[in-house]
Protein backbone atom coordinates (compact mmCIF):
# COMPACT_ATOMS: atom_id res chain seq x y z
CA UNK A 1 0.00 0.00 0.00
CA UNK A 2 1.06 3.67 -0.30
CA UNK A 3 0.20 6.99 0.15
CA UNK A 4 -1.81 9.39 -2.31
CA UNK A 5 -1.81 13.20 -2.43
CA UNK A 6 -5.46 14.09 -3.70
CA UNK A 7 -6.85 17.08 -5.43
CA UNK A 8 -7.32 19.39 -2.17
CA UNK A 9 -3.35 19.62 -2.64
CA UNK A 10 -3.93 21.70 -5.52
CA UNK A 11 -2.25 25.01 -5.52
CA UNK A 12 -2.03 24.64 -1.91
CA UNK A 13 1.08 22.80 -1.92
CA UNK A 14 2.18 22.94 1.22
CA UNK A 15 4.87 20.88 1.95
CA UNK A 16 4.83 20.34 5.82
CA UNK A 17 5.19 16.51 4.65
CA UNK A 18 8.24 16.51 3.03
CA UNK A 19 10.41 17.51 6.32
CA UNK A 20 8.88 14.24 7.47
CA UNK A 21 9.28 11.80 4.30
CA UNK A 22 11.97 9.28 5.73
CA UNK A 23 12.84 7.89 1.86
CA UNK A 24 12.20 10.97 0.02
CA UNK A 25 9.26 10.25 -1.95
CA UNK A 26 7.34 13.13 -2.68
CA UNK A 27 7.73 14.68 -6.13
CA UNK A 28 6.97 18.68 -6.68
CA UNK A 29 5.27 20.10 -9.46
CA UNK A 30 4.30 23.58 -10.12
CA UNK A 31 1.06 23.75 -8.09
CA UNK A 32 1.00 20.10 -6.68
CA UNK A 33 3.09 17.42 -5.06
CA UNK A 34 2.49 13.90 -5.17
CA UNK A 35 3.91 10.72 -3.95
CA UNK A 36 6.07 8.00 -5.68
CA UNK A 37 4.23 4.85 -5.12
CA UNK A 38 7.62 2.71 -5.36
CA UNK A 39 9.24 4.88 -3.02
CA UNK A 40 6.29 5.17 -0.27
CA UNK A 41 7.15 2.73 2.59
CA UNK A 42 3.62 3.55 4.12
CA UNK A 43 5.31 4.90 7.46
CA UNK A 44 2.39 6.99 8.11
CA UNK A 45 4.61 10.11 8.99
CA UNK A 46 2.86 12.54 6.22
CA UNK A 47 -0.47 11.86 6.53
CA UNK A 48 -0.79 13.88 9.98
CA UNK A 49 1.56 16.77 8.62
CA UNK A 50 -0.64 17.58 5.83
CA UNK A 51 -2.52 20.94 6.96
CA UNK A 52 -5.28 20.54 4.55
CA UNK A 53 -5.88 17.03 5.22
CA UNK A 54 -4.81 15.74 1.24
CA UNK A 55 -2.78 12.74 2.27
CA UNK A 56 -4.36 9.83 2.49
CA UNK A 57 -3.99 5.92 2.21
CA UNK A 58 -4.35 4.20 -1.18
CA UNK A 59 -7.25 2.02 0.76
CA UNK A 60 -8.87 4.60 2.44
CA UNK A 61 -9.22 7.41 -0.41
CA UNK A 62 -12.42 9.28 -0.17
CA UNK A 63 -14.99 9.19 -2.89
CA UNK A 64 -14.16 10.65 -5.90
CA UNK A 65 -10.12 10.84 -5.23
CA UNK A 66 -9.81 7.13 -6.55
CA UNK A 67 -8.19 8.94 -9.81
CA UNK A 68 -5.24 10.35 -8.11
CA UNK A 69 -3.86 6.81 -7.56
CA UNK A 70 -2.94 7.04 -11.18
CA UNK A 71 -2.17 11.02 -11.43
CA UNK A 72 0.62 10.17 -8.57
CA UNK A 73 2.27 7.49 -10.08
CA UNK A 74 2.99 9.21 -13.72
CA UNK A 75 3.59 12.46 -12.16
CA UNK A 76 5.76 11.48 -10.33
CA UNK A 77 8.14 9.99 -12.96
CA UNK A 78 8.13 13.47 -14.34
CA UNK A 79 8.76 15.27 -11.66
CA UNK A 80 11.57 16.09 -9.36
CA UNK A 81 11.80 15.43 -5.82
CA UNK A 82 11.13 17.98 -2.95
CA UNK A 83 13.31 16.76 -0.13
CA UNK A 84 12.98 20.15 1.76
CA UNK A 85 10.01 22.25 2.99
CA UNK A 86 9.54 25.46 1.00
CA UNK A 87 7.08 28.39 1.49
CA UNK A 88 3.39 27.54 0.32
CA UNK A 89 1.90 30.11 -2.16
CA UNK A 90 0.89 32.89 -0.95
CA UNK A 91 -2.80 32.11 -2.14
CA UNK A 92 -2.24 28.96 -0.43
CA UNK A 93 -5.44 29.29 2.02
CA UNK A 94 -7.91 30.59 -0.31
CA UNK A 95 -7.43 27.17 -2.05
CA UNK A 96 -7.70 25.03 0.60
CA UNK A 97 -11.39 24.48 0.77
CA UNK A 98 -11.79 25.06 -3.08
CA UNK A 99 -13.71 21.24 -4.21
CA UNK A 100 -13.40 19.88 -8.08
CA UNK A 101 -9.85 21.47 -8.87
CA UNK A 102 -8.58 18.28 -10.25
CA UNK A 103 -8.51 20.35 -13.52
CA UNK A 104 -6.01 22.94 -12.17
CA UNK A 105 -3.06 20.71 -12.18
CA UNK A 106 -0.72 22.62 -14.08
CA UNK A 107 1.32 19.47 -15.26
CA UNK A 108 4.39 21.75 -16.31
CA UNK A 109 4.52 20.58 -20.03
Same mark, same amino acid.
Not at 2 to 14: M, S
Not at 56 to 77: A, H, R, T, V
Given at each position: ?? *????? @?????????????????? *?????? *???????????????????? $???????????????? *??? $??????????? $?? @?????? +?? @?????????? @???? +????
Amino acid at each position: MT *FVVTE @ACIKCKYTDCVEVCPVDC *FHEGPN *FLVIDPEECIDCTLCEPECP $IEAIYPEDDLPEGQEK *FIE $INKKLSEQWPV $IT @AMVDAP +DD @ADDWAQVKDK @AHLI +DKGD
